[in-house]
Every structure is written in C-alpha cells, then in structure tokens.
C-alpha cells in the first residue's frame, strides 16, 4: 500500500475512523448498511478504509467477508474474546 500525502491523510482519516465505530460492534453488515452507517456514498472508498484496517499501523484488525452467494457479501469486525485477569501475571 502507498503512503499517503498530507492532504490525502486529512482526508480518508475520518472515513477510516467512521468505519472503525461502525464496525466496532462485531456484527455482520451488508456493504449499503455500512455505507449508510459511516455516511459515506462510494463504496468502493470505505471498502479500502476497512481494508486498511487490516494493517498494523492502522490497528491490525481482523476485517472478515462471508459470501452470501450470488455475488452478495457482508462483513464484520472481528473483535478479540475478552480476556481475564489472572491473579499473579502482570497486565
């Protein structure tokens, strides 16, 4: 992935944490819910913004896709199981 300049950073920043809100319950969406969700109209733009969320600098977030077949597709945010506090680890 190329690195962004200043001005295209200002930019799809706060489509990317749009994205990262929306998708930060776990649930299952449909590409017109998320697209309605992070009140962006293209797509293809938030596509690439959870895309980008996959890499480590971005969070390294586990973006998941199911084919619901005939071309139809939703997509979540997997989100890590909790994990306890176990007495004598350091946290």
Known sequence: ?????????RRVAPIRERV???MSDGLWRKPEEI???????????VKRRMR?????????YDVQKKNL???HHVYRLALPA??????????
């Not at 992935?1 to 950073?9: G, N």
């Not at 980008?52 to 390294?60: F, I």
């Open 82 to 91: 909790p994990q306890p506090d176990l007495p004598g680890l350091p946290v």
């Open 20 to 22: 990262l809100k929306t």
């Open 69 to 71: 077949g005939e071309g």
């Open 52 to 60: 980008e969320l996959r890499d480590p600098k971005y969070g390294g």
């Open 1 to 9: 992935m190329s690195e962004f300049t200043p001005e295209e950073k």
């Open 35 to 45: 697209v309605n969700l992070v009140g962006h109209k293209d797509w293809e733009t």
